[in-house]
């Protein structure tokens, strides 16, 4: 053979085959005898079989020996009638992916005219696992053997290392130890990725951005209230005091007058939608959220406003390709309040939200396939607050035939604290399956920035209020959330879920309609956008008051 395959399934006993330099044989038959030259490969089996050689066999320096190989114990083999002569050439070992034990001897070839010579030398396509061969007077026999390489020493993240130490602590006999262990250096990879279980940890970023919708609604009901007055502008009013027999002089005056409703009922709804991209270690996380806040609050006489909210939130979580998601949903309550020192503002709150998260992660890799899952409980704590002072641009409208308009601008510094904690868990599905320790997340931030109204009344009797907001925030704390982990009671090991944004720029914009002196209607935008991470919703609120 010059060139090309030569697969001998049947006889050829009467042949020496003599194979040359990019030639191939192969097959489960028979042949009368083999010499391999230099370049050349002569590969037993079809998949994994036995090539008959009735007389010798001799392998050139140079020429390959293909060999494949699976983890019970069964891989291809040369059997000659004659001797066998190695003058060099290399055995190339095509190891399946399996469950190995640390150690699996195979016979490659047997002669029973006796073996003389070597080969120089043997590969693997296994990671963990290394060739060995051993001659004897008969035969050679081939050694797979859990080599020194660590696991770790093949990851490409931080996440993968950790799951990847966790794997190779749990030994031989660990359901994801055997299922590791004879895998490709690219195999393994991909099967230290998909055993991370970041899922756990990223539910920690997902749980902080909702619960900045719920502060941000309650801060709105503060922002955008009315603060005990409405304020009519400068309307016309005349001096008659101390003017006998003397017109009275027209002038206009700024007219602000105290509103008797001090009882509000107010909800506002949202739904977002957002995504956290990879930062090289945990995978992207895509995010939807919808939910509702009702709140009541009273205005006291001292213009004090004190309140009480409560809603329901649910977060749907999914990574690209399905390979993990979930949901997270919570209900929660809170108390609020604020007042106003001439220009100066001041808004606190406090929200305390119960969660329970229902997670699930595909795990497949070569040879591997299982879904996890797991239900948990835990919860959300935030308190917040924030001052601003307000500079009022202009109030217009000397009669009657000219709207009337208020515009002013805030300058505001505010804080917030959240607090995350998730309970222990463990997953169901299979041999992948994570255990989860209980554990605690605090991110404090800090936001500066500006926000506007103005009120126009266009003349159909139906007031609208426009606002808008531009902040930047900045977080501090946990902003990496961690998962503590183990496979069942093997090694625990810490995995990195997405980064919270550290940096943010956060803005919101909307109108509401007062359709009467009671009722108002409202639509607006807020959104936050960080390096990695971005968040968007669309709200709607209604508000009476009493």
Known sequence: MLGGTLAVDGSLAGSVVTVGQGARLGGTGTVGGVVAQAGST???????????????????QGSTFQVEANASGQSDRLSATGAATLQGGTVQVLAANGTYNPRTAYTILSANGG????????SSSLA??????????????????????????????????????????????????????????PEAVAAFQALTGDIHASAVSAAYETAFFVREAILDRLRWAADGTRDYGSLPATYTADLPGRAAPVAPVPVRVLDPRVFGLWGQGFGS???????????????????????????????????????????????????AGGTIESGFGGVYGGTEAGPFALRLGAVYADNSLRLRRSVAFPGFSETES???????????????YRIALGAGGPDRATPVSVSYIEPFVGGAYVGIDRDRFAETGGVAALTGAARTSEIPTLTAGVRGQTEVDPGFGAPVSLHGLLGYRRAFGDVVPTALLAFGTGPSFVTA???????????????????SAAATIGVSYTGQVGARAEDHAVKGSFTYRF
Request: hydrophobic share 45%.
């Open 42 to 60: 002569v590969a037993p089996g079809a998949s994994i079989g036995t090539l008959t050689v009735a007389g010798n066999a001799a392998f050139a």
């Open 115 to 122: 073996v003389a010579g070597s080969f120089a030398g043997v």
């Open 128 to 185: 963990f696992l290394t060739p060995t061969l051993r001659y004897q007077p008969t035969q050679v026999d081939l050694t797979l053997t859990r080599n020194d390489v660590a696991f770790a020493a093949v990851a490409r993240t931080r996440n993968q290392a950790a799951v990847a130490n966790a794997v190779q602590g749990a030994g031989a006999g660990a359901g994801v130890y055997d299922r590791t262990v004879g895998l490709t250096t």
């Open 273 to 323: 939608v957002g995504q956290a991209r990879t930062d090289g270690n945990a995978v992207t996380l895509n995010r939807d959220t919808a939910g509702f806040v009702l709140g009541a609050d009273l205005r006291l006489e001292s213009g004090i406003r004190l309140g009480v909210a409560g809603g329901y939130t649910r977060t749907t979580l999914d990574a690209p390709g399905q390979t």
């Open 374 to 388: 797991a239900r948990y409980g835990g919860s959300t704590v935030q308190g917040f607050g924030e001052i601003g």
């Open 497 to 515: 879920g997405i980064p919270i944004t550290r940096d943010a720029l956060v803005a919101s914009a909307g109108i509401d309609l007062r359709m």
